[in-house]
């Protein structure tokens, strides 16, 4: 089970956008790897076509794998570390460390 999910706000830890946060795009969950907002930018070139007849050089996100970011705590805006923990409801929840807040 990957207990980031999509659209959590992330930080990068480690590699060349370290210190860097993002909303998280898409998940793959077969690679354990994942797409974050404005992070690792490479460029791609994209051939002619009929519906974008520019064609060129294309900045896009690629991946990134999973243990390289850590989810950002909502109250102290600070990456850490989180748990899981069970509701009266019976529903499960994702706890963060730092300040004991619901992500």
């Known amino acids: 089970m990957l207990k980031i999910k999509k659209n959590d706000k992330v930080m990068v830890i480690v590699g060349k956008d370290k210190g860097k946060t993002g909303k998280v795009l898409k998940i793959l969950p077969e690679n354990n790897r994942l797409v974050v907002e404005k992070i690792n930018i490479v460029k791609k070139a994209r051939r002619r076509t009929q519906q974008d007849q520019q064609g060129g050089f294309v900045e896009i996100e690629s991946s990134i794998h999973i243990s390289n970011v850590m989810l950002v705590d909502k109250k ?28």
């Open 76 to 103: 102290t805006n600070k990456p850490t570390r989180f748990g899981i923990s069970i509701l009266k409801d019976g529903t499960k929840v994702r706890i963060s460390k730092k300040s004991g807040e619901v992500i």
